[in-house]
């Protein structure tokens, strides 16, 4: 124990919750006490807007909470399994997963949620009284619903989107991108193994003529109604544009899962062509609803939620000018 109470000793604020007393999610996640300690474990996560998020959210819930960050950038020493049980030990209510854990997570957990299954990647996990520890993926209606929310459904019917990664984000997209009615998903990875595993994961559930692999990038953007970048590159600590610029139109929209910042270079140059762009924050957003609703039982207002966003990265983006 005294390991696992090392792992957070940066945050005193954590550390009040260490002996008390914990809400926890009961069954669909209705909470039996008002206090919940929640998290998010990942790399490079400095920027990260669900502290805030989660902040207002349990605030505004009349919720004695905190959402504590694990970056393993600043816990060099500390291994995935290795937080996962020490925010069971401390009694977390559960927390967030984000990059490069959302498909390592996996066999860690006792128990993955259908839809989680279905995509092969996990973004939230809610952990029992008992220590049992369930995983879901809410980036799949998060980003379903933001796009929805910016271009409409319309946008998506019947579309050819190309997709830039194929990894936890991309694979929560790639679905979100089926619901949403494309009729051709073409899929892009530098790991060309992981392109082709995420297109037999969506064939195997909708059938081979809606998903391919590209063959030729910069041909398949230009034939394209729709680009997503969900690798990490363009987020700020990985600069660069992983899509080639001149295969852009301006008939196109183009969406980045990146919202540090929320105008990648890739959604930079896809404005300078006329494109309508969409940036991760809604994504963000959306998810953190869904998450909220299963660690509490309780729903979130989506606008103030957008407002908070706003104001979080008015004040990162002062900070960091």
Known sequence: MRAVVKIFADSRIAQRFLGGGLAQPAGAGVMTRRRLL???IGRNIQGSLSPPLFADAL???GIDGYYHLMDVERMAARTLPQLLDAVKATGFA????????????????????????????VNTVVIAEDGRTTGYNFDRRGWRNSFAEKFGVAAAHNATVVLIGAGGAGRAVAFALIDLGVAALVLHDLDPARANAL??????????SRCRVSRD????????DGVVNATQVGMRGFPGNPVPVAALKASQWAADVI????ETEFL???AAKGCRVLNG??????QAVAAFRMFTGIEVDVGRLHRVFAAGVAARDAALA
Do not use: W
Not at 217 to 224: F, H, K, T
């Open 59 to 61: 605030a505004t819930a």
């Open 281 to 286: 924050g809604g994504m963000c957003v959306h």
């Open 217 to 224: 990038l910069a041909r398949d953007i230009a034939a394209a």
């Open 268 to 270: 930079k140059a896809a």
């Open 38 to 40: 929640l998290g998010l």
């Open 94 to 121: 559960g927390g967030n997963i984000t990059y490069p854990f959302k498909q390592d997570i996996l066999p860690l957990l006792d128990a993955v949620d259908p839809e989680a299954a279905q995509v092969g990647a």
């Open 259 to 262: 919202y540090t910042p929320v």
């Open 199 to 208: 297109r037999a994961d969506v064939s195997k559930h909708y059938g081979a």
